[in-house]
């Protein structure tokens, strides 16, 4: 679902074909959820190559079932999850797509993905910052200085303040900060202020160790 959500130029549909995952996830019910405000929505998605792991790992064989799986052409999606019965909470992403179209979607989902690398670019403008995980599909992860508990206190100052908000994360075994800016609505000149705050609050709550 998120492979159709982004624009063609932003997609890694293609490279995930090309890679050499027999499964890849995904959980775009974030990006859907927060595109214009829509409903809220159970909604996740995966690229697999070999259909036949799933039947293997999940079908279910029981003899009360043998009229499901008659029909083996048919498919089921009992058979290739855990849920083997399931409400029809496609619905309401159905609906959301008929009402708004798909256009709404990918520029709310592609907005996003651009407040990431607009965050970073004025990151990377600012001394003491570290970016350790580029922007990409609206979340950017960063550091500032070398101390472990020094992000962590970064978090706590940003959430006294109240304008925005953001978590800590761990790349590569640092800890580090980490903006998931998946709210279309917000503007650039949000996203700049959120940065001026941050690395505001930063450089107030560094102390050098000795």
């Known amino acids: 679902m998120r492979m ?50 799933l039947h293997s790992a999940f079908r279910v064989t029981a003899d009360y079932l043998h009229e499901v799986h008659r029909d083996t052409a048919e498919v089921n999606f009992g058979d290739q999850g855990i849920q083997l019965t399931r409400s029809f909470r496609a619905l309401k992403l159905w609906l959301s797509i008929k009402t708004f179209g798909m256009a709404a979607f990918r520029e709310a989902v592609t907005r996003g993905f651009e407040l990431a690398e607009l965050a970073e670019r004025e990151l990377r403008t ?26 962590a206190r970064i978090v706590d100052a940003m959430l006294r303040e109240g304008y925005a908000f953001l978590t800590s994360t761990k790349v590569k075994g640092a800890i580090c900060l980490r903006l998931c800016t998946i709210n279309p609505r917000t503007t650039d000149a949000e996203m700049i202020e959120t940065v001026k705050r941050l690395d505001d609050c930063a450089r107030r709550c560094f102390s050098p160790i000795a």
């Open 126 to 151: 600012k001394n003491g910052w570290e970016i350790l995980s580029p922007a990409q599909m609206g979340i950017v992860c960063f550091r500032f200085g070398a101390e472990d508990a020094l992000q």
């Open 4 to 53: 159709a959500l982004m624009a063609p130029q932003r997609s890694f549909a293609n490279a995930a074909a090309k890679s050499c995952a027999a499964l890849i996830a995904l959980t775009p019910s974030r990006s859907i959820r927060t595109s214009g405000s829509f409903s809220r929505l159970n909604a996740a998605a995966f690229w697999c190559a070999i259909r036949a792991l």
